[in-house]
């Protein structure tokens, strides 16, 4: 068997650097490249050693986590324990799911000949299973784990960070209450430009059922003006709690919301509640999430107490 050491090496090298790089992205850390590369070097030298049979006693457990500390120190320092601490406990849960996953991706792609080829007998009548897995398979397969890894924490990230703007919203017209979760948007500044009311958008499909029929689907087909002129001929209830907002859409000249004058507005945001009867809710004929997170858009006015009417419960 020929084993070429200067290729084992330059693949530890690489595979550590990335593990230490993704650590320091996982727990906000910045890292210089010299050190990524010193740390990296110290790992990879560690595997070069495998193969003198005089340095076998350097394979232990408390060895090898005790290198983990070193490597860890090399290319992060040490600022405090708790910190020290997210960075070792990141760096093995990083290793822990690239092993995982380049096992089970392997697993996936055997065939039942090479599963029972693999299960061995011990002498006491006991059953084991030996896994062979190729160099070049792990070699190319790493980045690719470590990086569908990146991609769904990035997006848990995103949406533990989109959930705390998210809340739940009630509207009510005339004994009809629709509720919905809601994106507080801090960047709308959509008004009413005669009276400053705030505007907050909802997906007009939560008020199908009590819009004139004529209407379904047709929000984004037709301006909003013809359709508030269809309505006159229809016996619609809410007619006179219809309105034209005018706003300026992105890369978009200036255009009409449909929009609607609720009795009342209850927000739950967190562990705070707010109340207005003073808002618009504009309606929007498509779709305000890809993924459903949040279905209306909240005014930021709406989430202020010095605006936000508390007094504007029933009583």
Same mark, same amino acid.
């Given at each position: ?15 550590? &650097? ?28 560690? $595997? ?37 601490? !997210? ?38 009548? &006991? ?73 907050? $958008? ?49 890369? !978009? ?24 009867? !003073? ?37």
């Amino acid at each position: 068997m020929v084993v070429y050491i200067d290729l084992i090496f330059a693949a530890n090298l690489l595979i550590d &650097g990335i593990l230490l790089w993704l650590t320091g992205w996982l727990v906000k850390l910045k890292v210089s490249w010299w050190r990524l590369i010193l740390s990296a070097l110290v790992g990879a030298l560690y $595997v070069v050693m495998m193969f003198v049979p005089e340095l076998s006693f350097l394979y232990t457990f408390l060895i090898k986590f005790g290198l983990s500390v070193v490597m860890l120190w090399i290319a992060f320092g040490f600022r405090n324990l708790q910190s020290y601490l !997210r960075a070792l406990g990141a760096f093995y849960m990083i290793n822990f799911a690239a092993a995982g996953g380049i096992v089970g991706v392997h697993y996936l792609l055997q065939s039942s000949g090479d599963i029972w080829n693999g299960i061995l007998f011990t002498s006491s009548g &006991g059953q084991a299973y030996r896994l062979k897995i190729g160099f070049w398979f792990v070699l190319a397969l790493f980045p690719l784990v470590l990086l569908l890894f990146k991609l769904v924490q990035s997006s848990k990230v995103r949406r533990e960070q989109l959930e705390t703007y998210i809340g739940e919203v009630c509207v009510e017209i005339e004994g009809v209450s629709v509720t919905c979760p809601g994106l507080l948007d801090t960047g709308n500044r959509l008004n009413d430009p005669l009276t400053r009311i705030p505007v907050m $958008v909802m997906e007009a499909s939560l008020w199908e059922g009590h819009l004139p029929a004529s209407w379904k689907g047709r929000l984004t087909e037709i301006s909003s003006d013809k359709l508030l002129l269809e309505a006159d001929g229809q016996s619609f209830a809410w007619q006179d709690r219809l309105r034209l907002v005018p706003y300026r859409g992105v890369n !978009r000249g200036a255009s009409l919301m449909l929009a609607l004058k609720p009795d009342l507005v209850t927000i739950k945001l967190g562990e705070e509640t707010f109340f207005s009867k !003073r808002v618009l809710i504009g309606l929007d004929g498509g779709t305000l999430s890809g993924d459903g997170a949040y279905r209306a858009v909240i005014h930021p006015d709406l989430t202020q107490r010095e605006t936000a009417a508390e007094a504007a419960v029933p009583s």
